[in-house]
Structure formats: structure tokens, C-alpha cells
């Protein structure tokens, strides 16, 4: 699976090397990359929904970022830290039957590309990192809010390579920005070469050992939301940015409020590049989904999201959440379907492209196309097979068909003879 999608300055790409999906944002200016990745382990979320936002929401205007938005997307499905043992450990040596195997070699690959000048590994961690033990939640074994190197320095002359230095400088600038008190930030050097043999075995350490700048950025565990977990990861990588001299604008203003509201959008699916659902607020369960038997296409506008099959179940995720299940209906998919559809919304005739939204105040009717049948998820003509032609409002639809809670978003759906075609989701205002 490949898609590369090309702007005009800013190349954006994203790339599944088979298992290991990496989003290139890149200019032409120069070759200084910063790689950022998260969800090494899957009960951290803090870190790959910080990766998912930085994918969505940031503009890279000068030099690259490259992400990887989930690097353990079986363990993230589960919310939990590594379903096939601690990832965070095979970095070192890994067993050729290491389930982790093919991602832990796809991702030492990439860290190892001559482009990469340095890379942030994401996480959430227990407590807070205090020098003084304060406690069970405040001592030097926790590990949250803290700026983490694996030594003071790499190679003399190695760009980036003043690993103390740095992550000074990135916790000193996060410390002006805190929410509360007790949520500053600290550079922990776990001093791995000569003190931490768990350590040699991480993601980081294998980094530096060939002489690449990494870091570790362990937001606390014990914070109380996922915004305040992403609100510092992200004044992070923009310090990381600032020093690397990677420009950037992003699409909201980076606090708290603005974070919980962009964490809870969860996107759209699309299916086979036919079928269109929105994710937010959609129900637990929906049924009837005309999808073919094998094969399916499943596009999501979200990087956390993922499909798992089970049981003729498709569970749809965004991250760790669950967010709906899909029974499905198989049909063979017609081959020549239109593009788009005339609709007459509140009196206006408009072209709606095929599996896209629109929306309606108080009635719709979907203009006939000859040889193909509409059908109306949710109404019912108890004389007409097919629902082109009528005009429709809110209260003709019944509640149990909507795709959202609310009872506000229908599918329209379109057949040639036996074979599904393409649908319309309407929207009532
Ligand atoms: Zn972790």
C-alpha cells in the first residue's frame, strides 16, 4: 500500500513500507529532518495522538519532518505497552520470529537514513521525575515530564550531537509555559553505556550508538488529560524544531482547550473510495454495510486510524478508541458508477460528489439516473424500490438508519441492478 500526495512547494507523503507508516513533510530547501515518532508502546497515547496532530495540523515551511504517527499499531489497538513483549527492548538483538521483527528493522532503516539529523521518541511516563524522592508519584525513578538523553554528547563536531545541551535548552523553554506547578519538565540522563543495560537495548540508544542526536520526551502518565499529555509534547518538538531551524504554522493555537477539541475530531472513513462515513458522534454499531467479501480499501483522513477484522466484524479505531463497528453486507461493487449526483437541497439543484457529505435545512430529493436504483437508508416507500425523485425531510426518517447518535446523518445509496454502486451521507442542519 502506497499513497503519495504531492502540493505545490511542501511535498506531504506518506509512505507504508509495509508496516511502518511514515508521513514526509519536506521542502526543497535543505536536507536537516527531524523524525518523530510515537507509539513505540501502545498504552501511551499521549505520544501518537502528539504524532497524529503534528501529521495534521502542522505546515512545514522550511527543511523536513518526517512521523511516525503509531510504530506498534497492534499494541496501540489494545492499549497496551507491547502485545508481543516491551518493543522499546529489541533494538539491540531481536529473534527472526520477533513478531516485532519486520517493524523494528523497517524503523532502524529509517533512523539510520543519511537525511535523518535527529529523532524524538515519544512517550508517556510513570509519575514525575524528581532528583529527590518526594514520594511514590514524585521521585528519581519516575520518568514523567522529562527530557530524556542516553549521555551528555555524541562524536565531537556531530551536528546536534550536544545532546545535554539541547535537551537543557528544550526543558528550560517548556518550563515557561507550564499549566501547573508541579508539571516541570527535567533532563533525565539514564547515562545507558555505563549504567542502564535496559537501556541499551531502546530505540535511542541504538540511535547514538551510530551516531545520531535522540532523544526520549516522557510526558506524565499521571496528568489529567490527554490534551495536557499532547499540549507538552508538542511545546517539545516545536523546541526541537526551533533548534534545528525547521518553520512551521499550524492550524490552531496551541493550548489546552484548542488540543481537547482537535483530539476529539476523529475524521472520516471511506471504503473501496465508495462509501463515506463520519466518525464523530456515529453510533456503536452500525449495519448493512455494502462492502465485497475481500480486498476492501479502507481510507481514513485520521493517521491513528486503523480497521480489525474479526468474526465478519469490522472494528474501526482511532488510536486506542474504539469507535464504532460495521456488520457488513456483500455485494460485488459496480464498475461504472457517476461521480457525482443531482441533488435538490432546500429547493436548489446541486451536483454532490460521490461518498462525500451535504447538508440539508429542511428537505432533500436526489434526482433519478436511468438504470440505476436509490435507496434511502431509513426511509421507507412502501411502494417504490426506488427512492429517487421524492422529497424528503428530517421526520420522514426514522432514527434507528442514522450513522450518528443524534439522528441527523442518512445514507443515500446508489445500485446498477444487483451490484452496489456509491452513496451520499445528508446531513439534517
Ligand atoms: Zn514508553
Redesign the pocket.
Known sequence: MKHILTLCFLSFSILFASNVQLIKKENPDSNTTLLVIGG??GN?PG?YFTASILSQHYNITSKNLWIVPNLNRDSILQNE?GIYGDM?RKFLSIKNNDPDKTIVDEIKKIILEPKVSLVVNL???HGFYRKKNQGSIFNPNAWGQTCVIDQCQLKQNQIFGNLNDIALNVKNNINQRLLAKHHKFDVKNTQTKYDDEQMQLSLTYFAVTHNKPAFAI?TSKNLSSLSQKVFYQLLAIEEYMKIMGITYKRDFTLNEKELAKILKNYGTLTINHNFLLDLNNIKKILRFIPIKSASNDFKFSHSLGEIKESKGVYKVYIGNKLITKLKPQYFKISSNCPESFIVEVDGKQIPIEKASKFFVHDDFKVLGIKGYRVNIIGYSSPHKTDESGLVIRKKDMNKLYSIDKNGSIYRIEFYKEDKFCTMLLVQFK
Do not use: K
Request: no cysteine; aromatic share 0%.
Open positions: 513505540i508502546h501511551e505520544g505497552r522499546n512517550h508517556d511516563g516522557e
